[in-house]
C-alpha cells in the first residue's frame, strides 16, 4: 500500500511517498480503508519536533512510529475474529491516537480506538477534519463548565481548534466572541459567533470587554492579556501554552484562579457526542485546502504558515 514516511524531523521534504505492506488486523482489530486524513498543527509538531521534548517521547532522531497521521476516514474492509462492535463496509471515522499511521491507504486499528462511524451528512474528508479541533475543544469547553449565557472569548478562532470551539460554546448557550484577522469574520459569523473583533486592527489589550470565559488557542496573547479580559473568578484556558504559560498558570491556580491547561483526554464519547452534534446541525466542518496524499509535503508547507481557515483535508482514494 501506499504511505508518508517521516524520515526525520524537519522541514516538510521529510516526508517521503513509499510502499509498504499492507497492515494484517489482529483478533480485536478493524482493517479500515483510510480515504482521507487531515494535516493537523499536532502532525506539524510531530514532524518539526516542536518542542524539542517530542523527541523524548517520539523518538530522538526521528519518528518510531514513521507512519504519521493522527486522524482518519474510511471503510471497514476487514474485521479480526473477536471484533463485535463494527462490521465490514462500516464507514467511520476518528483518531489513531499515539498510534498514528492515518498517512496511509490502510490502517489496522483495535475496535475500541477512539472511533464512531461517520456522519451521514459529511464526506470522507469533511468528517477526517473533525476530530483533532473538535476533541480538543469539548474537552476544555467542558472542564470550563460554560453556561447557557456566559460570555465566552475565543483567541485563535478560526483555527481547527478554535472554530470547533465557536461552534461548541455557541452550543452550549454562551455568547460568543471570535478574536481572528478579518479575513475570517465571515466564517465566524458562518459559524455562529455572535461578535468578532480583528485582531489585526483592534488592540484588544484596551477594549473594556469581561468575559467568564477566555480560551486562549494559539499561545499568542500573553498571559497579563487574557487575565485582563476575565471577569472576577472566571476560567482561563490556555490550550497551546509553552512552558513560560504553564509557569504562570501554575502560580495563577496556587493563588486560587481557574486556569486550564495540559493536554487533552480523547475518549469514545467525545466522538459520540461530536458526531450527535454533527446529525443535530449544531457543528459543521470548516475546510480549507484539500489534498491528495502524494501533496502531503505541500499539505505541511501551507499548515507551517500558521493561517489555516480551519482544517486541511487529504484525500487519500476517492
Ligand atoms: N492541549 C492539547 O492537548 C492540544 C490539543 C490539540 C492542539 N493543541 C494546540 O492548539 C494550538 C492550536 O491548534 P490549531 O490546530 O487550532 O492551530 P491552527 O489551525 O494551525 O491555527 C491556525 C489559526 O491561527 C490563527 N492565528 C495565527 N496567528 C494568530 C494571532 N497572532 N492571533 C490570533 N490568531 C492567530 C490563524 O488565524 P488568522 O489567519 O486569522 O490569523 C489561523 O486560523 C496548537 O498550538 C496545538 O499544538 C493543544
Redesign the pocket.
Known amino acids: 500500500m501506499k504511505a508518508v514516511h517521516c524520515t526525520a524531523y524537519g522541514s516538510p521534504e521529510v516526508l517521503k511517498l513509499v510502499e509498504i505492506p499492507k497492515p494484517l488486523p489482529q483478533s480485536h482489530e478493524l482493517l479500515v480503508r483510510i480515504h482521507a486524513t487531515a494535516v493537523?498543527?499536532?502532525d506539524?509538531?510531530i514532524r518539526k519536533a516542536d518542542p524539542w521534548a517530542v523527541r523524548l517521547f517520539f523518538g530522538f532522531s526521528k519518528p518510531r512510529k514513521s507512519v504519521l497521521g493522527g486522524v482518519f476516514s474510511g471503510e471497514v474492509v476487514e474485521v479480526g475474529s473477536e471484533v463485535s462492535k463494527f462490521k465490514v463496509g462500516d464507514s467511520i471515522f476518528g483518531s489513531t491516537g499515539m498510534g498514528f499511521g492515518a498517512y496511509a491507504e490502510f490502517k489496522a486499528i483495535p475496535e475500541t480506538a477512539t472511533l464512531t462511524l461517520k456522519p451521514e451528512s459529511l464526506n470522507h474528508v469533511e468528517a477526517a477534519t473533525i476530530p483533532?479541533?473538535a476533541?480538543?475543544a469539548l474537552?476544555?469547553i467542558r472542564k470550563a463548565k460554560i453556561q447557557p449565557g456566559q460570555k465566552v472569548l475565543i483567541?485563535?478562532?478560526?483555527?481547527?481548534?478554535?472554530?470547533?470551539a465557536v461552534q461548541l460554546a455557541k452550543s452550549f448557550g454562551a455568547e460568543v466572541t471570535a478574536?481572528?484577522?478579518?479575513?475570517?469574520a465571515l466564517l465566524m459569523q458562518r459559524i455562529g459567533a455572535d461578535k468578532v473583533i480583528n485582531?489585526?486592527k483592534e488592540d484588544l489589550s484596551i477594549a473594556n470587554e469581561k468575559y467568564d470565559v477566555v480560551y486562549e488557542?494559539?499561545?499568542?496573547?500573553s498571559f497579563s492579556d487574557c487575565t485582563k479580559h476575565l471577569k472576577k473568578g472566571g476560567t482561563l484556558i490556555l490550550?497551546?501554552?509553552g512552558f513560560g504559560q504553564m509557569l504562570r498558570a501554575g502560580l495563577a491556580k496556587m493563588a486560587g484562579r481557574k486556569v486550564l491547561?495540559?493536554?487533552?483526554k480523547e475518549s469514545v464519547e467525545s466522538m459520540n457526542f461530536i458526531k450527535n452534534q454533527i446529525d443535530d446541525g449544531k457543528f459543521q466542518p470548516v475546510l480549507d485546502q484539500v489534498f491528495t496524499l502524494d501533496q502531503i509535503a505541500e499539505a505541511h508547507k501551507y499548515?507551517d504558515l500558521?493561517?489555516?481557515?480551519?482544517?486541511v483535508g487529504i484525500l487519500v482514494a476517492p
Do not use: P, Q, W
Open positions: 493537523n498543527s499536532g506539524v509538531r483533532f479541533g476533541m480538543t474537552d476544555f483567541y485563535g478562532a478560526s483555527g481547527a481548534v478554535g472554530s470547533a478574536v481572528c484577522s478579518g479575513a475570517n485582531y489585526l488557542t494559539v499561545n499568542k496573547l490550550g497551546a501554552s491547561t495540559g493536554l487533552i499548515v500558521g493561517h489555516k481557515k480551519g482544517n
